[in-house]
Every structure is written in C-alpha cells, then in structure tokens.
C-alpha cells in the first residue's frame, strides 16, 4: 500500500512503512475491499489527520478510538463528521463543554478540519473500521501504528497538550513524557460518562492557557458555519 501522506510526517515514520506490521494492515485492507467489504474511511481519507496537521505543526493531541462506521460519516478526524452529516452525541457534548468553557458558540456542522489546520492532531488508534461493524479493524495492526506516532510526538516534540478523554485514551499515557508535555484527563464525552467530569473538565481554555505559557500560539476553537 502505498501510503499518500504528509512530507514531514513521512520523514517521522519512514520506517514503519516497510515493517511487517503494517504491510499485514495493507493486505488485510486488501483482502477485505476485493471481499466487497465497504471501508470506512474512503482511502483519500485514510491519513487525513496527518495531512491537514502537518507534524511541525501539532499543538494538541485528541485522541479517539475507532472511526464512525456508517455512511459519509468518517473522513479521518477523530469526533469530526463531514459537513452535512448530523454531529453525534459525543461530539455534540465536546462542543457543549466547549461553549460553557470559552464561549464560542456551537456550530451549525460537526466537520472539525478548521481545529486540525490550527493544529490540533485529531487522531483515531485506528485508522479504518468495516461498515457497520464498530471496532472491527482494532486487532488488525493499527494500534502499533498509532502507539508509534504518539511516541513519535511525545519524543520529538515539545510542549505539546495531549487530551486524554476516556479510560482507552488514558491508557496511552504510558506513551507519553510528562516532563516535556500537558496531559489533560477526563471521562470520555459520551453522553453515558460525560456527566461524570466531562462537562466543567475546561480543556479548552486549559489547553490554551498551556500553550501561551510557552509562548505558543493558542488555539482558535471556533469553528466557522
């Protein structure tokens, strides 16, 4: 599989392209598309966290789970929908929260690529998910993949505010060297937890008061109708 993605983040993961790991992803992808299987995301979105927030460019890490698995939803932003897809619950309580903490108002749409051009890495430790099936691609290899590329940020970079929302992203914390970065936990904005310390959280505004202590440009979290 020929991976189509961003120049500086091809220069951080040269190596991973050629491991077995993620040749046995390709194939797997392969198999399954040629079985007639519908994939989600379509392949042009694949990588599209890594080629709309260039690795020189991260600021804040979001990490989710696995993509939406039904039709014109994913296209590889973790909790971003397409435009004209309506925002799920989950996203619909991010953006509450980020109201009640900021005050930029809600937008009309659930496509987050204008948080991602502003440097925010909206990644998924999975990359694709077969229609309809929620976690189908999770044993497939990815999760090597995406360990590798938080490492990556956490080892190359600095100053960078990872939001931990859930116990599975929470887990990647390990992953992570607090000495160098912001770590920001809660429960996971689902509508079953977000109640339980997701709402009043305030990562939004604490994210950006990290950020401009070090001289980083905040994040504009607005999203634009």
Known sequence: MEVKIE???KQVLKEEFDKPYFQNIAKHLKTEMTQGKTIYPPGSYMFNAFNTTPFDQVKVVILGQDPYHGPKQAHGLCFSVQKGVPPPPSLMNIFKELQEDTGVRIPHHGDLTQWAKNG???LNASLTVRAGEPMSHAKIGWATFTDTVIKKISEHKSNVVFLLWGKFAQEKRVLIDEN?????RSVHPSP??????FFGCKHFSKANEYLMSKGIDPVNWQLED
């Open 180 to 184: 160098k970065h912001c770590i920001l």
């Open 192 to 197: 079953l937890s977000a109640y339980g310390g």
């Open 7 to 9: 120049a500086s983040w």
């Open 120 to 122: 925010v890495f909206l």
